[in-house]
């Protein structure tokens, strides 16, 4: 089966601009995660989707970062505007279930440089 | 808020030695767990999971880990390892109400030939 899709895979902005990231999942998957991987560190969960609505966007930096998953498919993740610390691999992962009882499935990753 | 320890931040083996891996959770609760590798310049690949049953877990490429309730650990062990294996490995929990995962800081695991 197709993996996580996700694009770009690199990008470099200038602090306080803006950039979107895109995620399209394993067809079929209901939750849609976006994770924040700084380096030297594990993912840290910054989003949850069922289907198209939000369950857990606790961990989610409001002020600057929004995330959508129109149609329940695929999800974009929007930094506006980025901050130097924002400097990290953004990560989309998609399950099955929403208990991840079948697991999680995660795309490569975009990496973004804020300088 | 649930949480996620690694014991060891850096592990240098060579060939064939033995390999055990710590993580520690802070939940009490029901908690599914997981053990994730990252190969470099690859993606996250799921080595094992655990949700119920037998607390000993065996996974792909050798792995398998041990779900010890009382003390809140899921060691990664494997008996012999292989340069091959050099990755980060990443232990990671969901439950106590939270789907997503927690991650552990992880464990960059260095096999010398």
């Known amino acids: 089966e197709a993996g996580v899709a996700q694009s770009p895979r690199y990008k470099i902005i200038e602090k306080r601009q803006s950039v979107a990231f895109w995620c399209n999942p394993i067809s079929g998957h209901a939750t849609l995660y976006w994770y924040q991987q700084i380096l030297g560190q594990g993912p840290k969960l910054l989003i949850q989707?069922?289907?198209?609505?939000?369950?857990?966007d606790s961990q989610l930096p409001k002020d600057r970062f929004s995330a959508e998953r129109l149609k329940g498919v695929d999800s974009t993740l929007k930094i506006q505007p980025a901050k130097l610390e924002d400097s990290a691999v953004y990560l989309c992962?998609?399950?099955?279930?929403?208990?991840?009882?079948?697991?999680?499935?995660f795309g490569s990753g975009t990496r973004l440089t804020v300088v | 808020a649930q949480s996620v320890s690694q014991h060891n931040h850096h592990v240098i083996l060579s060939e064939a030695a033995s390999l055990e891996l710590g993580c520690n959770y802070s939940y009490g609760g029901t908690v599914n767990l997981f053990w994730y590798v990252q190969y470099p310049g690859q993606h996250l690949q799921l080595l094992l999971k655990y949700f119920s049953g037998d607390p000993l877990v065996k996974g792909i490429k050798g792995f398998e880990a041990e779900f010890i309730k009382s003390k809140f650990s899921f060691n990664l062990r494997k008996p012999s390892v292989q340069w091959s294996d050099t990755a980060e490995y990443f232990c990671a929990v969901s439950g106590g109400g939270a789907d997503g995962l927690t991650f552990g800081k992880g464990t960059h695991l260095i096999i010398q030939p």
């Open positions: 989707f069922q289907n198209n609505g939000v369950v857990d």
């Open positions: 992962a998609s399950s099955l279930s929403q208990t991840g009882a079948y697991g999680y499935t």
